[in-house]
């Protein structure tokens, strides 16, 4: 996936697609003490032919996108796989992965990394992934189980990690804070991290640890203020990225695939001005669970648009 040399920024204060993040299922094999799942009344699998149809109409809007006419060669939208569940949970996530590559869109997975077994990194190599994304809060084996409420995965990631060296695929790991506020021993941490990566050939980034945020109020945390990006947009993640549940429902942002308290649109139903026309609405008139918001700042989408 192409990175985004900052030569040429523009400014950019409507709704558009940088990313859209597709959840292949919102079944899970851990429960995360942050991710908001005890909210989801209904499971299921996404259905291939209906990602299909919907990659075949971001393929057809956009070259008409500011983000994309700006820089093509970042080939906006990405395509990210993710949502409240295990993507490799799926049976068909390499076909998910390929249909968007065909289609030229950069492709990246969110895993917590249970499942990156030698036979699904291989999956992952031929479906032509761009970027594998892995939930590592901490090396400490006890505190990372009581984190995800399963056993400990650092060992099936450092396999996968091992196997992955010798091809194209970028890597990366996201750590979260406890949601009790608890923090880790941050320079001991560090220093894990470090030894634990240092032999392999690809550059790993490790990012956080995150304090746990409050998911549109779901959660009792109180490390971030309500959300104001910039003065121009409200919430970056709202203006600039779509989420779309297993079932085709377009909610609102990442934070609702639990809830889906607020549909852009319904059961795959997309229309894209129409969706941009709702974003802008609730930008200006913040539902109930963007009120109750509190996050990180935006750093992901300022380097974009500004």
Known sequence: MSEYSGSEKMVLTKSEPIRIEFE?????NASCE????FNIADYGFMEL?????MIAKIRDIRQGLSVFQHN???????????????????KDFPEFISIAKVNYLPTELITNGALLTLENCKRLVTSGLDKLSISLHTL?????????NRADTKETVRSALEFLDDFPI?????????????RYDLNEDADAFKRFLSPFKKEIPVLGPTPAWNRGGQYQSTFYPKVRDSEEVRCHTLNYS???????????CCCDFSLKSVKLAENWDFDFATIQKKVEYCQQN?????????????????QFIR
């Open 24 to 28: 292949l299922t919102n079944y899970c």
């Open 34 to 37: 942050f991710c908001p799942r």
């Open 49 to 53: 032919e209906q990602f299909s149809a």
């Open 72 to 90: 093509p060669s970042l080939g906006f939208p990405h395509v990210v796989f993710g949502g409240y569940g295990e993507a490799l949970l799926h």
């Open 140 to 148: 400490d084996s006890k505190v990372n189980e009581q984190i995800m």
């Open 170 to 182: 970028g890597v990366e790991i996201w750590r979260v804070g406890r949601l009790d506020g608890g």
């Open 242 to 252: 779509l989420s779309v549940s297993f079932n085709g429902d377009l909610v609102l």
């Open 286 to 302: 913040p539902p109930q669970i963007c009120q109750e918001c509190g996050k990180p700042k935006d750093t992901y989408y300022v």
